[in-house]
């Protein structure tokens, strides 16, 4: 399976199988789909491929490839074949069952420490942090709980991730305190070891938990949507005031107190800011180098949610967007741009290759009473309630569903290019838009290929600045 497509003028070539990505002239370019459907109806020498590519690319338009220069190309395309970096055979859907019957290892939580908030963001899918309940707070005996059960069902695996997300937590910030160090506590008992991190908004941020934060967590997400009049108009407080003024001095100190490594500035645009390459741009400008902003996810009942018309300009944006990134990077005032951020080398695993996030197998949600979900943007869903802090995972069955979603068992990935890449999407977002979690949020779908296309065209854009950087 090939994919191709060009993009600020390269000709690329993404061999999906194994992941190989080649950066071609237009001639290979033409030519390798003809290839792949002359090896498809068993032709195998140069000479067959080279007399069956001449007779289908005569009068297609473009160019007509001298015969000598059409042979030259067919013999490196089939020294890419032979190497196995091209029209290679998927390797991976045969290790499906073995994958499904994987021991279950619980490995990271979602502690939701605040199901509360002192914002009120217009596109929060946890409704101002009650997440379709009520307003709690964790308490330290149940976080302690949830900490042991992640210790009692990790098995083997050392490195455990804890996430404190809410609402804000920073509302309950004396247990995020007591619960740090309740992990460090277990770490050389348990033989563990915990990797905190924090999700905020920013609003009572301070210089004593800005030191906490320094010492104690791996990673801290901070809020913020791009310009003052895009952030003020999605995440204002509830009387209708903005948090953009209030917040941007203290995640700058943030940035900087960190080394600008180890935290994102996180942002969502929204059909208010189909140009929210601005809102990047803005927020490199103001001197951040790790930015995340993303696609709103929301019924298309709201005035704010993507709708199918908006996705050519939202292509167009991603490719200014690319662009700018490349510009940057090559004068020196670079950024990082999480979605554009794609290893091509190794990347994941073989399981997230196929399976993401591991939600509702090794990646769990815990309210503030305790109670266990696949995720955060299930957490409030009755049918999606798997168990507690005291007993456990009782509703082994969710649990089961979950292990079997990947890439194979979803229809809409099957033929589709990204899909080692996306590793089949985020579950919740499937079901949402789907009714299945082994569905697919299609819109979603469509701007994730888009990402990738330019996360690679970005790697070939670079490649070619060290390139001539060395001679």
């Known amino acids: ?60 338009g473009g160019e007509e490839p001298e015969t000598a220069e059409l042979g030259e190309v067919i013999e490196e395309i089939l020294e890419l074949k032979e190497a196995g970096m091209l029209y290679t055979d998927d390797i991976y859907e045969k290790y499906i069952g073995e994958f499904r019957n994987r021991e279950t290892v619980v490995k990271a939580l979602c502690l939701h420490i605040a199901h509360d908030c002192n914002l009120a963001c217009r596109y929060c899918f946890a409704e101002e942090g009650e ?21 009692r069902s990790s098995g083997n695996r050392v490195n455990l991730e804890v996430d404190f997300f809410g609402g804000e937590p920073l509302l309950n910030w004396q247990v995020v305190k007591d619960l740090v160090a309740y992990g460090r506590s277990l770490e050389e008992p348990c033989h563990k070891k915990f990797r905190f991190t924090l999700t905020t908004n920013g ?63 996180r942002g969502t645009f929204t059909r208010n800011n189909l140009d929210f390459a601005e809102d990047v741009k803005h927020l490199a400008d103001e001197g951040f180098e790790q930015i995340s902003v993303e696609p709103v996810v929301a019924a298309d009942t709201e005035d704010y949610a993507l709708r199918w018309e908006d996705v050519p300009a939202i292509f167009e944006e991603y490719d200014e967007l690319a662009r700018e990134y490349i510009r940057r990077k090559k004068e020196g005032k670079g950024f990082n741009f999480f979605h554009f951020m794609i290893d091509l080398e190794g990347g994941p695993c073989v399981a997230k290759r196929l399976s993401g996030c591991g939600s509702g197998t090794e990646y769990l949600a815990v309210t503030p009473w305790g109670d266990f979900y696949p995720c955060h943007q299930f957490v409030g869903q009755e049918e999606f309630l798997m168990g507690n802090v005291e007993e456990g995972i009782v509703r082994t069955d969710i649990r089961d569903t979950f292990k079997a979603c990947n890439v194979y068992a979803k229809e809409q990935c099957r ?35 888009k990402r990738v296309e330019c996360a690679i065209m970005i790697k070939a854009a670079l490649a070619d600045e060290e390139k001539e950087k060395a001679l």
């Open 415 to 449: 033929d589709c290019f990204a899909k080692f890449y996306c590793s089949g999407g985020c579950a919740a977002n499937a079901y949402h838009f789907s009714g299945s979690i082994d569905g697919a949020y299609d819109l979603g779908c469509e701007l994730q290929r």
């Open 131 to 151: 997440y379709h309940g009520r307003r709690a707070l964790m308490s330290y005996e149940t976080g302690k709980k949830a900490l042991d059960f992640l210790v």
């Open 203 to 265: 609003v009572l941020l301070n210089d004593e938990i800005l030191a906490f934060v320094n010492r104690e967590m791996a990673n801290v997400v901070l809020s913020i949507d791009g310009r003052r009049q895009i952030h003020d108009l999605m995440r204002p407080h509830r009387g209708g005031q903005g948090s953009y003024d209030e917040v941007v001095p203290k995640y700058k100190k943030v940035a900087e107190s960190r080394n600008q490594m180890n935290y994102y500035v």
């Open 1 to 60: 399976m090939i994919h191709q497509y060009v993009s600020n003028g390269y000709h690329i070539v993404l061999d999906v199988n194994s992941g190989c990505v080649h950066v071609v002239d237009e001639l290979t370019y033409r030519v390798i789909p003809v290839v792949e459907e002359a090896l498809a109806q068993n032709m195998k020498t140069a000479k067959e491929l080279t007399a069956y590519a001449a007779g289908r690319m005569n009068g297609e």
